[in-house]
């Protein structure tokens, strides 16, 4: 449990552990953005962690020069460099929920995209490349269609390689959805009572649909195909207009049978939570009985007592390593000696 006033600088804390996984952390914050303010851009960042997971005990280290011109970051396992943060995924699995994401079922559908990619990544760390791949070849023929280029021969290599990963994202994403099926329809009836209700999910995509009846091969032959017709159009709105890019995540309120988006505040942080539990009993499931680290930001100030007890009582029950914010170490009382209380406070830990 992390306390302090704000500014004291608990959210930079669980920021810098949010990059010991792949991506951009909790705030997808620009990694040259992330020098500490009046250091300067020569300082760059570092954030190093010892870790015991899945694969024993080991030593990471990330970190940026704070060049501008420097998009990527360094990471190194054990004092090796690493090729990408994809690396990072073998060792740490975390899932996070902030106050950004408390609008989550009512905004906008890459919102939810980008939540459900996170949290196959935290299922399957080669995920985030998968994902990079597509997106590089997707940029690429934006790029094309920027320029008006209308050779054939200039879009097709790179709408294979859109269909290959595209096909193979929506297969992901259908696997991961219907295995959290599995772990949320199991709980149904245990939730019943719960101030967490169940959630139900559903994919919104034209090739997560296909795949339901079709094989692989013949999913991307058709997203092959639909790229290629659609250039004329493509070109016109100057990016790709079809694809596992424009997909949404579709959650209802499983006890009500409402839609998400149509629930209250209070409702849908009560759903987000649940599905994020959901997902850390999935995660652990998978990898051999080790919760993922989670990170809650300012969790306890908007649940009433006794949803915040029954966090509490989730997370324990789970064994998961949780890491706490709030300005108020009252909020955090339900968990008596169960837990250790650090006071923040000019960006350091005082006690």
């Known amino acids: ?34 020098v500490r303010a009046g250091a300067g851009a020569e300082t760059g ?17 990330t970190g940026h020069s704070g060049q501008s011109g420097s998009a990527g970051r360094t990471i190194r ?10 690396a990072l995924g ?18 906008a559908a890459g919102e939810r995209r980008r ?11 080669g995920y985030g490349s998968l994902l990079n791949r597509f997106e590089r070849a997707m940029r690429q023929r934006n790029r094309l269609l920027e320029q008006g280029a209308f050779s054939p021969a200039e879009y097709e290599g790179l709408e294979i390689q859109m269909a290959e990963s595209g096909v193979a994202l929506a297969a992901a994403r259908n696997d991961a959805i219907a295995r959290l099926r599995r772990e949320i329809g199991g709980g149904e009836k245990d939730q019943a009572g719960s101030p967490f209700p169940w959630a139900t999910l559903a994919l919104e995509g034209a090739i997560e649909a296909r795949l339901e ?14 790229l290629a017709q659609g250039r004329d159009r493509d070109r016109a ?15 209802g309120h499983g006890p009500n049978a409402a839609p998400a988006r149509r629930c209250s505040t ?38 009433d007592e006794a949803r915040r007890a029954a966090l509490f009582a989730e997370i324990i029950a789970l064994q998961a390593q949780a890491w706490m914010t709030g300005t108020d170490a009252e909020l955090f009382a339900a968990l008596g000696d169960r837990g250790q209380f650090l006071v923040i406070e000019n960006g350091g830990v005082e006690a």
């Open 1 to 34: 449990m992390l306390t302090g006033a704000n500014g004291a600088g608990k959210t930079n804390l669980l920021e810098a552990l949010s990059l010991l996984v792949p991506g951009r952390g909790l705030r997808r914050t620009a990694f040259a953005e992330l």
């Open 45 to 61: 960042w570092a954030v190093a962690a010892r870790v015991q997971g899945a694969e024993g005990l080991v030593e990471i280290g």
């Open 77 to 86: 396992i054990d004092g090796v460099t690493a090729r990408g943060s994809g």
């Open 90 to 107: 073998t060792h740490v699995r975390m899932v996070w929920l902030t106050p950004a994401m408390d609008g989550l079922f009512a905004g």
């Open 115 to 125: 939540f459900l990619d996170r949290l196959i990544q935290s299922l399957d760390p």
């Open 213 to 226: 009846h079709d094989a692989a091969l013949d999913a991307e032959d058709a997203y092959r195909e639909m």
């Open 237 to 251: 709105a100057k990016r790709t207009l079809e694809g596992p890019h424009r997909s949404d995540l579709v959650v």
């Open 266 to 303: 209070g409702e849908q942080k009560a759903l987000l939570i649940g599905l994020i539990l959901a997902h850390a009993r999935l995660v652990k499931q998978q990898i051999g009985g080790r919760a993922p680290l989670i990170l809650l930001d300012e969790i306890a100030a908007h649940l």
